[in-house]
């Protein structure tokens, strides 16, 4: 039996007392405004991001990790945990410890292809945390995403290539789908495993920090919100026509289920 559960989300927002915060053309964040956003962090620091998939189970990017597979984690890597339901570094509603880490077996380091991994939780999250932690919806394989979805990609990632400071505040910036076609004119050849995500003028886009994170696209009309990419690689942070690569998640549909089910 499939164990992901996504709604439709009715969402408490909490207004933030903090102004603006840019980073490659983003702002900040609400409280429950994206209750499946995880910030994975290895002996106390942000390396990578997360999504929240079901009670027990997180989908992050494998080039966070080693390359080794489906394993139970060593006593070095146990001090990888996962932040879930914070809005401000350091407020988590909930840390969990991670148990194992899957890694897609075709998982290629110089080109990034099946950059996907699963991250089990030791302890699932208590239910009681709704709706400030809540599982995204996984997109079937026919899944496609239109004009009228509207995409953004969030994280605790740097704001500038330049940038020596993380921000503290979940930051998000919304933006657009690239044909494949507009994505191989910035980057050549890419696999059909990936996708490209941001705007011409590169002005919003993710960075150093935010890899494993969500790309979220809403369904039109306020519907699901569906895992369309988890964030991967590109050159530099926000550069003109050079937008995001994404892992194309709706390609890994199976592959994910056959281990979380």
């Known amino acids: 039996m499939r164990t992901v559960r996504c709604i439709y989300l009715i969402i408490l927002y909490v207004v933030s007392s903090t102004g603006p915060e840019r980073i490659v053309g983003g702002d900040n964040s609400v409280e429950g405004e994206w209750p499946w956003q995880v910030s994975l962090h290895f002996s106390g620091n942000l390396y990578c991001g997360a999504s929240v998939l079901s009670s027990n189970w997180l989908i992050s990017a494998a080039h ?89 990609v969030t994280g605790w990632g740097y704001r500038s290539e330049e940038d020596k400071v993380l921000p503290t505040v979940l930051q998000k910036a919304e933006v657009s789908i690239l044909s494949q076609t507009e994505c191989k004119k910035s980057y050549g050849p890419v696999s059909p495993r990936m996708l490209c995500a941001g705007v011409p003028s590169g002005e919003r886009d993710a960075c150093r920090g935010d890899s494993g994170g969500p790309l ?24 003109p026509n050079l937008p995001g690569v994404y892992t194309r998640v709706n390609k890994f549909a199976s592959w994910i289920y056959s281990h979380i089910s």
């Open 216 to 239: 979220s696209c809403q369904a039109p009309g306020g519907g699901r919100w569906f895992l369309i990419g988890i964030v991967s690689w590109g050159a530099g942070c926000g550069r």
């Open 64 to 152: 966070c990790f080693s390359k080794q597979r489906s394993v139970t984690l060593t006593a070095d890597q146990q001090r990888s945990v996962a932040h879930l339901g914070m809005l401000t570094q350091g407020s988590a509603r909930h840390v969990a410890e991670i148990q194992r880490i899957v890694v897609h077996e075709y998982y290629n380091a110089y080109t990034f292809d099946y950059d996907i991994a699963l991250l089990q939780l030791k302890k699932p999250w208590p239910s009681s945390l709704g709706p400030l932690v809540q599982p995204v919806c996984l997109p079937p394989t026919s899944h496609t995403v239109t004009d009228s979805h509207r995409c953004w």
